[in-house]
């Protein structure tokens, strides 16, 4: 249980210190952001009045304690450029990218963990050095480029999912699902390599591991051995490269949201950098940093739910 | 034989999929695949619909609050304003039926169109247009600055609205022909960013930010209702999205840059349509640099580059050659596409002139503003050619905030490329060339320019007016405070279907004249 509380209150602590590094950033990036809203027919009294609403004029801390207090409340302030809650522009954009990240998880950790099993048991085999060679390739791969490849040849070509734009679940499950397919299986290419590599890695080393002359021993067939004993000891590296892999899909949507259309977190981070809509991006990046901590400190907690021989340690 | 093979395939997959899914969006997607097939059909039903991409999401939909031209390319649909312009510049009443323009100048009454529904249901009349005025010029407005000169208006009756301005204005019929000074009912105010509230022949629909607009055809507009039922903006921010969307059907209209033309010139079922655009393209000299203040060094570097050769470069030849600050669709236009035409040799004898010989001494600094490719590459080409004169020029890439803030309004650069935007009058295009203009960000000064445009402002008489405007347009040419390159022209690829998409002199979008033809 104090493990428990030490390591949420390590979370709290990163999360408190990349809104403060954010905020320094932003502020320190040159460029008047009540310019950039009002363009170059702006007169300086309008400059001046935007500035002001946008709360430009305070001092440094004092703009990042007001922000603060209200974030700690739940209010994460306006978007200038949308004129709404940051925290319902949030909430708008977080299905899309949430579906989308786990539809990919639900590619990439299957294959990624039978392959590598495979991998492992057959190492060295044709199979093996073909698995490696095309998760190099799908790891060196750029996805913006797999992406517009895909569009064209296989939305377009084929015909076999929509080009680009989201389909709202309340058009059907199925229409929606299949309009987020596409973007889903390209961001998974991208993750399965590191899931493959941790799984074979791990399931070699379960494999010379003591126990294991236990089974043949035991004349266990292969089968039951690697479910029994193999996976168990084997899954505390899979599950922490899950967890990463669902952080970064979910922090990474946004070159594939812009290249399909999707209207999701990433695409609202990237709106909020070229309209230089402030809090809305403050808002935005704390969230995205909060929801990588919370999966980290998951995966964490069921590592250890796993794997008992952690808890102590 | 490949080809059939694919489509074939194309096709039985495409079923295969629509049967297993048995949503409509599957079908759609099978049959769009097969060329447009489905367009023609729905050209012959009476609910037509009009798909178009949006690069750029709209800044809200109060006319009042945003300078976004992206804004006014959809609001122009939903609201109405009381003058309306002609693709030719000429004025014609909208919400105003006619009007009369005082002796002076300085007085204008409109009277209005009656029996006028807004979308929610209200009568338009004279309130709505004081308010709508009042509105333009609060504080929260963008534009409010542009509206000052209006200090009187009143509602005469319920149809007659007056308006006074303090000091002449010879182009105030303008002021109420542009998308900002749309008419919206009294009393609304925030809410109209998200739920818009006209006159206009489109009502919206539904908007889903970042994701999709769309308008329905008005039923009860006042006048001639528009042809298409349903308008989709698709927002889609990846070209190569839209142009593969465009290509399988599924888009009527995108806009395209020159690069991009031959994906689509020879297709069966498209057609490219070239529009001149109201605004221009230059590099501007900061006239306070030792050297730039020499017009003879300013005129060197005019005839040192090719221009032809740049904007076959950079907009792949799409673009109109210009040799002063004014575009050749807007009124009044005087050729100097040709002056100070390219000569490298005469470049440099200009320069041993001014004390430069091959170019010695003159250290330049050019910002760029990164946010625009085609500003960016051009700078670099003209840097190339400076280079072959013997001048030293330094590229800086800035981000746009930066621009504004450190060239545009302090001044601190020697040399940047970037664009302008015409309006329906002349003037306020040429206006920063005023030694006091906030606007002047070359630093240009000349005593004779000042007076001529603080003459036009008075000018009642419009060719007297031209004169003027083409007097200043002569000494630009000549003593060239910036290097002019271009008109340039927007591309845009349609359905061939598609009729009655217009080109105006300010950046709107005219939904209402749209149609699918046979």
């Known amino acids: ?313 | 034989m490949k080809k059939f093979m694919l489509s074939t395939f194309t096709l039985t997959v495409g079923l295969v999929l629509a049967a297993c899914g048995d949503s409509e969006e599957n079908t759609g997607n099978a049959e769009s695949t097969e060329t447009n097939t489905a367009s023609e059909t729905a050209a012959s039903e009476a609910n037509q619909e009009l798909n178009w991409a949006l690069g750029v999401d709209p800044d809200g939909l109060d006319p009042h609050m945003t300078t976004a031209a992206s804004t006014f390319q959809v609001s122009n649909n939903i609201y109405d304003t009381l003058v309306k312009v002609t693709p030719e510049g000429e004025y014609v009443p909208g919400l105003a039926e006619n009007w009369d323009v005082s002796e002076d100048g300085q007085t204008i009454t409109f009277y209005l169109e009656e029996d006028v529904l807004f979308h929610d249901g209200s009568d338009f009349n004279a309130d709505d247009v004081v308010y709508s005025f009042e509105r333009l010029q609060s504080d929260s407005s963008a534009r409010s600055a542009d509206y000052a000169s209006l200090t009187e208006y009143e509602a005469l009756d319920d149809y007659t609205v007056e308006f006074y301005t303090e000091a002449l204005d010879v182009n105030l019929l303008g002021k109420f022909a542009y998308p900002w000074a749309a008419i919206v009912p009294e009393d609304a105010d925030d809410e109209l960013t998200n739920s818009p509230i006209g006159t206009g022949p489109y009502v919206l629909e539904n908007w889903v930010p970042q994701q999709e607009l769309s308008l329905t055809r008005y039923e009860d507009y006042w006048g001639e209702p528009a042809h298409i039922q349903t308008v989709n903006f698709q927002s889609m921010p990846d070209t190569t999205s839209q142009i593969t969307s465009m290509l399988a059907g599924e888009l009527d209209v995108i806009g395209i840059t020159g690069d991009l033309v031959d994906q689509f010139e020879g297709q069966e079922g498209f057609k490219i349509t070239e529009e001149p655009a109201n605004s221009l393209q230059l590099m501007a000299f900061n006239t306070d640099h030792e050297a730039l203040a020499d017009e003879r060094v300013r005129q060197a570097i005019t005839m040192a580059v090719d221009k032809d050769a740049l904007i076959n470069t950079v907009w792949y030849g799409y673009g109109d050659k210009i040799g002063s600050h004014y575009p050749p669709i807007l009124r009044g236009y005087v050729d100097h596409s040709e002056s100070l035409s390219y000569d490298p040799d005469a470049a440099l004898e200009l320069l041993e002139e001014a004390g430069y010989p091959n170019g010695e001494g003159i250290e330049l600094d050019m910002y760029l503003p990164s946010a625009y490719p085609a500003y960016v590459s051009a700078g670099q080409v003209i840097a190339d050619y400076l280079t072959d004169l013997g001048i030293t020029v330094s590229i800086h890439n800035v981000e746009w905030a930066v621009w504004l803030s450190d060239i545009y309004t302090a001044r601190n650069y020697d040399l940047t490329v970037t664009g302008h935007t015409g309006r329906l009058d002349p003037y306020t295009l040429l206006a920063r060339y005023h030694t006091d203009s906030p606007e002047n960000y070359m630093n240009y000064s000349n005593e004779q320019v000042d007076e001529l445009l603080e003459n036009v402002q008075v000018e009642q008489d419009e060719a007297a007016r031209d004169e003027i405007y083409a007097e200043i347009q002569n000494i630009l040419a000549e003593e060239v405070p910036g290097f002019y390159i271009q008109s340039p022209i927007g591309l845009r690829v349609t359905k061939d279907k598609l009729e009655g998409l217009e080109t105006y002199p300010i950046d709107i979008i005219e939904l209402k004249d749209v149609h699918f033809v046979e």
């Open chain 1, 1 to 313: 249980m104090q493990n428990v509380m030490k390591r949420l209150f390590n979370g709290l602590v990163v999360v408190l210190f990349i809104s403060l590094f954010t905020f320094l950033v932003i502020y320190w990036i040159p460029g008047d952001p009540a310019a950039i809203a009002l363009g170059t027919e702006a007169s300086p009294a309008q400059l001046a009045l935007v500035r002001e609403e946008m709360g430009l004029n305070d001092p440094f801390i004092v703009q990042y304690f007001n922000w603060l207090v209200q974030a700690l409340t739940g209010n994460l302030g306006n978007s200038f450029s949308f004129g709404e809650e940051v925290t319902i522009l949030i909430s708008q954009r977080l299905p899309v990218t949430f579906a989308l990240t786990i539809l990919s998880l639900l590619i990439s950790v299957p294959l990624g963990f039978v392959i590598g099993t495979l991998s492992a048991l057959y190492k060295d085999s044709w199979f093996d050095s073909l698995a490696r060679t095309l998760m190099q390739l799908g790891n060196a791969t750029p996805g913006f480029w797999l992406g517009l490849i895909a569009i064209y040849f296989i939305a377009y070509q084929l015909g076999w999912f929509p080009i680009a734009g989201f389909v709202p679940l309340s058009e059907g499950l199925w229409a929606s699902v299949h309009s987020l397919m596409l973007p889903a299986v390209i961001m998974s290419i991208g993750q399965v390599g590191s899931i493959i590599r941790i799984t074979r890695s791990s399931v070699l080393s379960a494999l010379q591991e003591e126990f294991m002359l236990n089974t043949q021993m035991n004349a266990l067939t292969k089968t039951k051995t690697l479910f029994k004993y193999v996976f168990r000891y084997a899954a505390t590296g899979p599950i922490t490269v899950i967890g990463n892999t669902a952080a970064a899909l979910f922090g990474g949507t946004i070159l594939i949201e812009e290249i399909f259309a999707l209207p999701g977190i990433g695409r609202l981070l990237m709106h909020s950098v070229t309209q230089r809509d402030l809090i809305l991006l403050q808002g935005v990046v704390i969230f995205i940093t909060t929801m990588v901590v919370v999966i980290n400190l998951l995966t964490d907690f069921l590592v250890d739910t796993v794997n008992p021989a952690r808890r102590s340690a």
